[in-house]
């Protein structure tokens, strides 16, 4: 998907996450939409022949795992106890969500790798805009559902 849909998927996911656990929602806005774009950094690995664009190593679970662990572990070493775990969820939600997007696309990802190396692809182009748009509608559908927004709207239920 395009850049700035993986952008709002992992802003969302940061938001929604923030909301449920007191934390401060902007700057989980901000950590989620940087973690949310993060997996297509390996386009300038895939430039420089290193390694392959949506690969294992960028857009899968393995790599949701290792990037949330690589923002768990200096922040509680640091003794940010349960906000070191709130990043870390956000930023596992983001990148996995990535891959999740991705694999809309016709080369789709390795979703479950290490568990499954089946590549999990898709029927269109990363920047068909219909999907992109569907997928910005969902985001902003799950911020009214699960975010205070919906008070502010005045939907109660
Ligand atoms: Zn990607």
């Given at each position: 998907m395009k850049y700035h849909t993986h952008l709002i998927i992992g802003a969302t996911a940061g938001i929604i996450i923030a909301s449920h656990t007191g934390q401060f929602i902007p700057l989980f806005a901000i950590i989620g939409g940087v973690a949310g774009v993060m997996?297509?950094?390996d386009i300038y690995a895939d430039k420089a022949h290193i390694a392959a664009h949506r690969g294992a190593w960028s857009h899968s679970l393995l790599a949701s795992v290792i990037a949330a662990a690589l923002s768990f572990i200096p922040l509680y070493y640091f003794g940010y106890g349960m906000f070191s775990v709130y990043v870390s969820l956000t930023v596992f939600s983001a990148f996995f969500l990535h891959a999740i997007a991705d694999?809309?696309?016709?080369?789709?990802?390795?979703?479950?790798y290490p568990l499954s190396k089946w590549r999990y692809k898709g029927f269109?182009?990363?920047?068909?805009p219909v999907a992109n748009a569907l997928l910005i509608l969902l985001c902003l559908a799950l911020l009214i559902l699960l975010t205070p927004l919906r008070d502010y709207l005045g939907i109660g239920f």
């Open positions: 997996p297509d950094m694999t809309l696309t016709y080369s789709g990802t390795y979703l479950l269109v182009k990363y920047n068909n």
